[in-house]
């Protein structure tokens, strides 16, 4: 049942009149059983700026004009960009077979989302993929020291603060949309055109936009395993200008990129971008394979009952929170010892599963509850103390996300001089830091060289020699009048 995707409440509605614009069917590009450009259509320059208008009721002229929105229109959903063959005159929006959901002839045109500038921040899963792919803990300690030392109220930003989601240079990372378009982008890598803020995250008067050039890291939440973090290559690619503040992957290759992210897709997902010199990775994981589960289909006509008792049976078949929780616990316990704790074999069996019951809503898979509750007997008895239960139920947690998480109700509880003693550290130890190069005057001739290559019991990681690599937004829902 795709239905319950347009249940969201809307602030306006209204409807297209016929012949206003035009609604075009083109095709995916696909290959080897994957599609390069699942959920992403396109939208011409003239209906773009006028969607924009109406979202701030025509009160801003000059504006810059987003270069994709996430819509809803007779039963697709996915991801529009703006076509670099199109002009202001043209009012069209061009959509794809893989953003067909349903049969539907309700022509309301529903904006869930647009592109813009919004910085990103780590969190807990992040850390524990950086950690796996050789990022020092030092490294999160000296971002979360940072952070403090701008005093961010403990009161506003407890959550945050216990959840380590910390800030990261705002020019230096993006929270953006991703997307592909026909190009001259070759496999591994993507372009990046990112408008520049200023030190408080807010546009500037003038704007400006920079493109990336070099390593990049790119992931998405949720990422439970570390081949759910890719490093791409971003390069200047004048063709692609029209696109801000979006990343923008290949069609090329066996598999697509975005799909090497713990399966995404273009419909509307947004990616963890970061270019920046103090997050760098010493090796890539092999990422999982996501083929979605087979749909679950029903062959008679459908009726507001059988809705009802679908979105009620979803909420209590995902086990999401708990398969969450139990993920949590084998990653930081790490009892095979592993090099990469999110690769342990158990670890990997419920990133596997995660991502199922993330999507049973979709597909209407069932979680194996028996297979859940049998893990939870032998390993769900304690929980880390990052997760917040109960203490009597919670042992102290000796990893990363462990210690930011004490240091972070340190900081809550005023305990001032336990922080320095524990930054204060931070400065003794650093000799792991400073092994690394600095210098990126030859990132272009380090990507050329050969990986070298090593194997495990269970995975296959390509180490980069010395080189340096440089949440979710809140979607608005509006439906747009374009009458």
Request: glycine share 6%; charged share 25%; hydrophobic share 35%.
């Given at each position: 049942i795709k239905l319950n995707y347009c249940s969201n409440e809307n602030e306006f509605n209204y409807r297209i009149k016929q012949g206003e614009i035009c609604i075009m069917m083109i095709e995916d590009i696909e290959r080897n059983n994957y599609c390069f450009t699942d959920g992403n259509g396109l939208v011409s320059k003239g209906l773009a700026k006028l969607i924009y208008e109406k979202l701030n009721n025509n009160q801003q002229k000059n504006v810059i004009v987003p270069s994709a929105y996430q819509i809803r229109i007779a039963g697709?959903?996915?991801l529009i960009i703006i076509d670099p063959q199109s002009t202001f005159d043209q009012f069209y929006i061009k959509i794809r077979p893989s953003m067909k959901k349903f049969e539907c002839n309700d022509w309301s045109l529903d904006i869930c989302g647009y592109s813009r500038a919004t910085p990103s921040r780590l969190n807990n899963q992040f850390i524990w993929?950086?950690?796996?792919?050789?990022?020092?803990?030092?490294?999160?300690?000296?971002?979360?020291?940072?952070w403090f030392s701008k005093k961010p109220s403990r009161s506003n930003y407890s959550d945050d603060l216990l959840k380590n989601k910390i800030p990261l240079p705002v020019n230096e990372c993006r929270y953006i949309y991703g997307c592909a378009l026909e190009s001259q982008?070759?496999?591994?890598?993507?372009?990046?055109?990112?408008?520049?803020?200023?030190?408080?995250g807010k546009s500037c008067s003038n704007p400006k936009f920079e493109c990336v050039r070099g390593r990049v890291i790119v992931t998405k939440n949720p990422c439970p395993y570390?081949?759910?973090?890719?490093?791409?290559?971003?390069?200047?690619?004048p063709e692609l200008y029209h696109l801000n503040d979006v990343i923008v992957f290949s069609?090329?290759?066996?598999?697509?990129?975005?799909?090497?992210?713990?399966?995404?897709?273009?419909d509307g997902d947004g990616y963890f971008v970061y270019w920046g010199q103090e997050l760098r990775l010493k090796c890539q994981v092999n990422p999982l394979d996501y083929t979605p589960d087979a749909k679950q289909y029903q062959p008679t006509s459908i009726s507001p009952e059988d809705v009802i008792n679908y979105?009620?049976?979803?909420?209590?078949?995902?086990?999401s929170g708990e398969i969450y929780n139990l993920h949590a616990i084998i990653v930081d316990k790490n009892y095979?010892?592993?090099?990469?704790?999110?690769?342990?074999p158990l670890a990997i069996e419920l990133a596997r599963m995660f991502s199922s019951s993330v999507d049973s809503g979709k597909t209407g898979y069932v979680i194996d509850k028996k297979r859940i509750q049998k893990i939870r007997e032998k390993y769900g008895q304690k929980y880390p103390d990052f997760l917040g239960k109960d203490e009597k139920k919670s042992y102290q947690s000796v990893s990363i996300v462990g210690k930011l998480y004490r240091n972070a109700l340190h900081y809550i509880n005023g305990k001032t001089d336990k922080l320095e003693e524990i930054f204060a550290q931070l400065n003794?130890?650093?000799n792991e830091e400073k092994l690394l190069p600095h210098d990126t005057s030859s990132a272009k001739n380090i990507i050329d060289q050969p990986d070298i290559s090593c194997t495990s019991a269970d995975k296959s990681i390509q180490l980069h020699p010395g080189s340096p690599l440089s949440e979710t937004q809140n979607l608005i829902s509006i439906n747009v009048s374009l009458l």
């Open positions: 697709c959903k996915g993929l950086l950690s796996d792919l050789g990022v020092s803990d030092n490294t999160f300690l000296r971002l979360q020291q940072r982008l070759e496999e591994g890598q993507c372009f990046i055109r990112y408008q520049i803020l200023n030190e408080n570390a081949g759910d973090m890719l490093e791409l290559w971003a390069v200047d690619l069609i090329r290759g066996e598999r697509p990129d975005f799909n090497k992210i713990a399966g995404s897709d273009l979105c009620l049976s979803t909420l209590t078949m995902t086990s095979e010892n592993d090099k990469q704790r999110t690769c342990q003794i130890n650093d």
